[in-house]
């Protein structure tokens, strides 16, 4: 499955991170796929609308109210949709901060706990990057990209679920 040792060595890490991040800070992580959920129901939810909506101006006379009607909905869906992906990005903010936190002073003790003759043998520039670089690389991956990808995942079975329940020959022609 994997290319090398270190590969899997890699994405244990990353889900060992991950799961101890939904851990310590349950409320936090919670909220956060919260929004990624939300956002994916809406990604999800604006081509059926858009489906209906054609078809009922095509069956329908009053088509001018209609389409007043198509364009402030979706307007409003739009700005909820605005609104959602805000709070989810302040909610990240806020877990990050915790998040982050932990980490640092998960590095700072480990610095702690090394030898100094070993701590001066690293360059000022190394231990600075991964003080500050790696640790919000940690951060990205575990707060940001996995809730993204676990949302990703949710819109495609919502997708083929749709999409199977419209025409179950083209669905499984996509699969």
Known sequence: MFRDEREGEI??????????????HKK???????????LSILSIIVPILI???LEWIINDDSQLLLIVIG???FACLLLIKTFIN????????????????????????ALNDTYMSE???????VIKHT???????????VAHHIPSIIGSIIVIILSFTLAFYYNPVVSLLIL
């Open 11 to 24: 994405l244990n890490k990353i889900l060992s991170n991950f799961f101890k991040a939904i851990k310590e």
């Open 28 to 38: 936090d992580s919670l909220l956060s796929f919260l929004f990624v959920v939300l």
């Open 51 to 53: 489906k209906f909506y």
């Open 71 to 73: 364009i402030v909905g």
């Open 86 to 109: 805000t709070f989810w990005y302040l909610s990240l903010d806020n877990f990050g901060g915790k998040y982050i936190t932990d980490l640092s002073l998960e590095c700072q003790n």
């Open 119 to 125: 701590v001066e043998k690293l360059s000022t520039n």
């Open 131 to 141: 003080l500050y670089y790696d640790i919000l690389e940690v951060f990205r991956v």
